[in-house]
């Protein structure tokens, strides 16, 4: 059974960090590329960041340079730090892969205050 399980949402303070992170199983995690999305308030989900099997990255053009994705195999594990935050980063952040999307996770809220 596929589970997703991210954490580490909160509210911060315009210019501030926070560390999410995702732990993946009924999947082969170490052989899938890996995403963090985001949907804000009455917008679309959309795909911030992904890492390839072999650690590649990208990133949508708003985050560049702020938000930094990795993974860790051993612990079926994706990570997202988001440095710099402002209050248009607000919105539920989920993981998932980046290609044939498995069920979605509850998500963590990240909410940051100006």
């Known amino acids: 059974q596929v589970q997703l399980v991210e954490s580490g949402g909160g509210l911060v303070q315009s210019g501030g960090s926070l560390r999410l992170s995702c732990v993946a199983s009924?999947?082969?995690?170490?052989?899938?590329?890996m995403g963090w999305y985001r949907q804000a308030p009455g917008k679309e989900r959309e795909l911030v960041a992904s890492?390839?099997?072999?650690?590649?990255?990208t990133y949508v053009d708003s985050v560049k340079g702020r938000f930094t994705i990795s993974r860790d195999n051993a612990k079926n594990t994706v990570y997202l730090q988001m440095n710099s935050l402002t209050p248009e980063d607000t919105a539920v952040y989920y993981c998932?892969?980046?290609?044939?999307?498995?069920?979605w996770g509850k998500g963590t809220l990240v909410t940051v205050s100006s």
């Open positions: 998932n892969t980046k290609f044939e999307l498995v069920s």
């Open positions: 009924g999947i082969r995690f170490s052989f899938k590329t």
């Open positions: 890492i390839t099997i072999t650690g590649a990255t």
